[in-house]
């Protein structure tokens, strides 16, 4: 009998495929440590096991997704720390230029507030309504993919063009 978390080598590499086949289409990249790679995999699984949905292996999750939203991967976080330190918190994730070599990947802080700034912050946007979000709203102007977020992305994840063909939306 397994746990309720066991995780198999058979599901993290099934994971793992979808995830590389994603990759190219997506624009963003797995981290080129496969064994490194697929333990972070391996930890959305059991996230996933745990609380019905894959937050981020590196992060403690509350276990009620309203609270957690932000860090069901990939997180909210995870562009801007792309473009800020090539990979996101956990590394899961890097740029391009990490997987070309071209660069190396260190720890980088982390941008999650503390609960009771998320908190705050959930009531604030409830109160406000959509009238005040809390990013600006980014169109690509090609495929009309929208984000929210302080920058448009650097690359389209549907269409692939770079970030000077969004234009802010709201």
């Not at 990759?23 to 333990?39: C, H, I, M, R, W």
């Not at 982390?110 to 959509?130: D, H, K, L, M």
């Not at 920058?151 to 802010?168: A, D, G, M, S």
Request: hydrophobic share 25%; net charge negative; with cysteine.
């Amino acid at each position: 009998m397994t746990e309720p978390t066991q995780v198999t080598a058979e599901e993290v590499d099934r994971l793992y495929e979808k995830l590389t086949r994603e990759q190219g289409a997506s624009a963003y990249y797995l981290n080129p440590d496969v064994a490194f790679t697929k333990e972070l995999v391996h930890g959305l699984l059991v996230n996933e096991r745990r609380y019905g949905y894959q937050s981020c292996p590196c992060r403690l999750a509350s276990g009620i997704e309203e609270e957690d939203r932000d860090i069901i991967c990939p997180c909210d976080y995870r562009d801007p720390d792309l473009n800020d330190y090539d990979t996101c918190y956990c590394g899961l994730y890097v740029t391009e230029p990490v997987v070309r070599g071209e660069k190396t990947i260190g720890s980088i802080p982390e941008r999650r507030p503390p609960p009771e700034v998320r908190q705050r912050e959930r009531e604030e946007a409830q109160r406000r309504g959509i009238e005040s979000l809390a990013y600006p709203v980014w169109r690509c102007r090609v495929c009309g993919y929208l984000c929210a977020r302080d920058e448009p992305p650097e690359r389209c994840p549907i269409c692939k063009v770079k970030k000077e063909r969004f234009e802010r939306f709201m």
